[in-house]
């Protein structure tokens, strides 16, 4: 056998050894210019003007938080750390409708720090949104944790408005409600019932809402305001109604 010959065996049965061996292989993508603008005919080009995993914050305004060095308030609100800096000012969104001066909807408040976006959305509470000439004040409420948000009205124009929040506590006391309809001694002692601040409730006569019904609202407006034990401020905020009322 030639040498010629016996080296392309050997190459072969190397090349075989190498081809019978366990390999992973990743297709890196083609570097691109991130400067680029997107190719406006390629339907996988990125939005420029939606950021990917960030909700809709159209009419959302800034809030100047009164602790952006530590952000405790961030931090006790949402239960988790916040890594600091914030990337812009943290956003606070109502979608609002309005009917008779009470507002009814949904909240969203968040930010956006070194790592993760983070917000959280609630609905109002009962009749506890209320707008007048010169006032704007909402209250929003889940298990967790209720928030307020108030604000001066001059037109169109919301000013001096501050956002609060008091998270809820196994040892939070509770509002105590008496029946407060029609009552006769005869039927035994007038019912009453002691209810968590801020949480929906009704007297119910057989199977029906009674006709007659506790204040709900006042009590829940003394549970969270500034200077009420467990009321945190998070920070205040400049908008316009119409951004938030439809």
Known sequence: MSLVLKKSILVLALLSLVGCGSSSETKL???????????????????????????????????QLLDNTTYAALENLFGTIVYGPLVGDAKLKLTL???????????????????????????TFENAGAISTNAFDVIFQDDAVVTRVR?????????????????????DPKVHYVYPGTWQASWGARPS???????????????????????VVTPCRQYIDIGVAGTNQVGNFDALVSDWVN
């Open 193 to 215: 019932v002691d209810v968590n601040y801020c949480a929906s409730f009704q007297w119910m006569c057989s199977g029906t809402p009674c006709p007659d019904q506790n204040d």
């Open 151 to 171: 604000a001066s009205r001059a037109g169109n124009q919301l000013t001096n408005g501050y956002f609060m929040y008091r998270a809820r506590s196994s040892s």
């Open 97 to 123: 409708t309005v009917a008779g001066g009470v507002l009814r909807g949904k909240m969203l408040f968040g930010f956006e720090d070194s790592k993760f976006w983070r917000d959280m959305q609630q609905n």
């Open 29 to 63: 993508p083609t570097p691109t210019d991130p400067n680029a603008p997107p190719t406006m005919n390629d339907p996988n080009a990125p939005n420029p003007n939606v950021k990917p995993g960030i909700p809709d914050l159209t009419g959302a305004a800034p809030v």
